[in-house]
C-alpha cells in the first residue's frame, strides 16, 4: 500500500502551513478504488508522535467535505470523543483546529461534496459543525477498524465502495460544482445559480441537504483557501491584485474574510506559513 501513498510535505490547498510543518506530523494521501471514488475524494492519514516535544495545534481551512475517520493514540480523547473511535465529521464551518498531543493516527475518507449524504442517505446539514461516532446503521453493519493505517484504510474503502446505484441529483451537483471550482470567474451566488439545473430555492436545498452548507459559503470558502495557498507560495504577492483575482470587491473586504476566518491578516499568514 506505501506504493501509492503520496506523503505531502509542500505547500497544499486547505492545510496551514505544511512546508513548515513536516517534521512535526506526517500527512498522506491516496486515491479511493473505482468502486468508492464515485463517493470519495481521497484518503489520507496523519501520523504524529510528540511524546517527547510540546503539543503542535494543526489548522486546516476545510473544503465543503464530509470525512469519516478511524483514530488512536495515547492522547486517549480526541473531538470530545474516547479513543479508538470512528468518527462522522461534518462540514467545518470556520477553521479546523486540532492539537496534536502524545502519539497517534487517524486514517480517513474525506467525501466529495456531496457524496456522503448521496452514499449513506444522510442529511448533511443535520452534521454541519459536529463530530459524531458512527452508527451501526451507517455501513450496514457494526464495523471495527483496526488500529492499522493499511488495514483500516482498506476495510473503510470496500465498505463505502460497497453499494449498488447513484444518485441523479448528486451527479448533476457534482457537475455544477465542478464548474464551481473550475471556473475563477465564478464569484457570485446569482453566477452560480446561471449555471444551475434547478431554481434558485432548489439549488439551495439540494447543497444544504447534501452538501451541508449553502452555495455562498462554497464559493467563500474555495476563494479563501486558494488565497491562502498564494500566500504561502508566491513570494511579493500583490495583495490587492490578489483580491481582485479571486473576486473580492476591494483589499479591504479580502482582508476582513481572511481575518475572520483565519484570525490574522494576509501579510501576517505571509510571515507565518511562507515556506
Known amino acids: 500500500m506505501a506504493a501509492w501513498k503520496n506523503p505531502t510535505t509542500t505547500p497544499r490547498l486547505g ?3 505544511r ?3 513536516g517534521s512535526v506530523f506526517d500527512l498522506q494521501q491516496w486515491p479511493p478504488s473505482a468502486e468508492a471514488a464515485e463517493w470519495v475524494e481521497n484518503f489520507w492519514s496523519v501520523t504524529w508522535d510528540l511524546s517527547n516535544a510540546e503539543p503542535f495545534q494543526s489548522t486546516v481551512i476545510p473544503f465543503p467535505a464530509l470525512h469519516l475517520t478511524h483514530e488512536w493514540g495515547t492522547d ?4 470530545g470523543h474516547r479513543l479508538p473511535a470512528t468518527l462522522v465529521h461534518g462540514v467545518v464551518e470556520q477553521v479546523f483546529t486540532n492539537t496534536l498531543s502524545a502519539t497517534g493516527a487517524v486514517v480517513g475518507a474525506r467525501f466529495r461534496p456531496g457524496g456522503f449524504a448521496a452514499r449513506f442517505g444522510r442529511d448533511a446539514g443535520a452534521l454541519t459543525g459536529r463530530v459524531l461516532p458512527v452508527d451501526d446503521e451507517l455501513l450496514g453493519a457494526p464495523m ?3 488500529d492499522d493505517i493499511e488495514q483500516a484504510a482498506a476495510a473503510m474503502d470496500d465498505a463505502i465502495g460497497d453499494h449498488p446505484g447513484s444518485d441523479p441529483t448528486y ?3 457534482l457537475a455544477l460544482l465542478d464548474r464551481v471550482s473550475a471556473d475563477a470567474q465564478l464569484h457570485r451566488v446569482e453566477q452560480v445559480m446561471a ?3 434547478w431554481s434558485e430555492r432548489t439549488t439551495q436545498r439540494i447543497f444544504r441537504r447534501y452538501v451541508g452548507v449553502p452555495v455562498k459559503w462554497v464559493l467563500c470558502r474555495y476563494r479563501l483557501q486558494h488565497a491562502a495557498l498564494q500566500i504561502e507560495t508566491v513570494p511579493d504577492l500583490d495583495f490587492a491584485a490578489l483580491a481582485v483575482q479571486l473576486g473580492w470587491y476591494d483589499q479591504a473586504h479580502f482582508i476582513n474574510d481572511f481575518r475572520a476566518m483565519l484570525g490574522c491578516t494576509p501579510g501576517e499568514y505571509a510571515g507565518r506559513h511562507r515556506g
Open 15 to 17: 492545510v496551514v502551513g
Open 76 to 79: 486517549d480523547v480526541r473531538h
Open 19 to 21: 512546508a513548515n510543518t
Open 195 to 197: 449555471q444551475s439545473p
Open 144 to 146: 471495527a477498524f483496526a
Open 171 to 173: 451527479r448533476e451537483l
